[in-house]
């Protein structure tokens, strides 16, 4: 019977969520950010100490890769490889062996096996084609990308894949035509079918030369019998999914399908989007352990005379002093003390889950639009920006990173 393993590509660096997701960088890197943000890092002072990979960023509170593991889980999936690199300490902390979710994880390294996440596609081919029990060709190994949410129909997509044969597949996302460059255009036999062969696979062309309406959502299905027709590809270095190999399997005609999506899709990579992703679960669009309602967790301390303004999500063990406003749109994580007066609107507020010491917003300021990270701390020409280590946001010093700028 062919059994399905899964892969969350989790190894990258991050960058589009820089700082947030950088602890120490290499000169090159600190290069790379002064020039991305220019003036605002002049007073640059240092880097997130705690920093996490970006599969590993909170969304609502919780660590957007439980989300992977839960849609390989609903699709049956038990066992699931992730690939690491960068920080893989806070995406292991957070899944350890997988128990708790009721699945077996183990780790893979990208670093040993090449520059190119098509690389680390090809070596997770190869090791589970050589693995004792895992000898049949028609196993399948189903692919996700550690930061995107979706809720897709994962179970759906593993029986028309596995049913119609294909030696690999693609969950398809319809693409804004104005931006198809920026992305890869993917053309279909029958566009109005559930299921249907590629044709054409072409990787961030010009608009004017794009065949195809669709676009990759950085959702896989390969069997593993598809090393034969990659063979060619194999001795190569730094490949891409989308740049290399789909594009290879489109011309060579092989049996290589997509699904077209329905539901919610979202790449969070840039601050823009990650506002975005929380904005879309508060008020219900997709379901990320949150409510889609407001809602407090156990241990919050609520004095009279604090409001809050619906939706918002708050977690367990904070403290909401008098006067303290709360939304709309306000993700406040655990161990968060707000003092009197302050307010909190349209803003991310990472909690501490390293101790149990408070992070303290100070009486009467005001965050709009902003995202606090855990244990962050730069400056900009305004004035300091976030960031506390139990340190205290005290009154009018704060001038947040506005996220207006990042297109929220």
């Not at 947030?20 to 890092?41: C, G, N, S, V, W």
């Not at 029986?159 to 035509?177: G, N």
């Amino acid at each position: 019977m062919a059994r399905t393993v899964g892969l969350i590509l989790a190894g990258g660096k991050g960058s589009r969520l820089w700082p947030l997701t950088l602890r120490k960088p290499t000169r090159d890197d600190a290069e790379a950010i002064r020039q991305r943000f220019q003036a605002e890092l002049r007073g640059f002072k240092r880097f997130n100490r705690n920093a996490v990979a970006k599969p590993a960023v909170p969304i609502c509170n919780r660590p957007m890769i439980e989300h992977s593991i839960e849609q390989l889980r609903s699709a049956g999936v038990e066992e699931i490889y992730v690939n690491v690199y960068t920080y893989a300490d806070s995406i292991k902390k957070v899944l350890r062996n997988g128990g708790k979710f009721g699945v077996r994880v183990h780790y893979e390294w990208a670093r040993k096996i090449g520059s190119g996440i098509g690389n680390v596609l090809l070596e997770s081919l190869r090791f589970l084609a050589e693995r004792r029990g895992s000898q049949s060709p028609d196993d399948t190994l189903l692919v996700l990308s550690g930061d995107i949410i979706s809720d897709f129909n994962l179970p759906d997509l593993l029986a028309a894949h596995l049913k119609t044969e294909a030696l690999a597949s693609i969950v398809l996302h319809p693409a804004q035509i104005d931006k198809l460059s920026k992305f890869s255009s993917i053309a279909v036999e029958d566009e109005n079918s559930e299921f249907s062969r590629i044709i054409s696979y072409q990787h961030k062309v010009p608009v004017k030369q794009a065949l195809g309406r669709f676009r990759n959502s950085s959702i896989y299905a390969f069997r593993l019998g598809i090393r034969s027709q990659l063979a060619p590809l194999l001795g190569e270095t730094n490949l891409d999914i989308s740049r290399d190999i789909f594009p290879f399997l489109a011309q060579r005609g092989v049996s290589f399908y997509g699904y077209p999506a329905r539901g919610y899709w979202a790449d969070v990579g840039t601050f823009g989007s990650y506002f975005q992703v929380h904005r879309d679960a508060l008020e219900g669009r997709i379901s990320f352990g949150s409510p889609g309602i407001s809602s407090t967790e156990e241990g919050v301390k609520i004095f009279p005379g604090a409001s809050f303004i619906e939706p918002f999500l708050m977690d367990r063990d904070c403290q909401v002093e008098p006067g303290v406003a709360v939304g709309p749109f306000a993700v406040i994580g655990k161990h968060w003390h707000l003092r009197r007066a302050s307010r909190v609107i349209n803003s991310v507020l990472w909690g501490n889950h390293t101790d149990r010491r408070p992070f303290i917003l100070g009486e009467s300021v005001r965050l709009d639009k902003c995202l606090v990270g855990s244990g962050d701390i730069f400056e900009n020409q305004s004035g300091a920006v976030l960031v506390n280590n139990g340190e205290e946001i005290a009154k009018h010093e704060l001038q947040a990173k506005d996220l207006d700028q990042y297109e929220v």
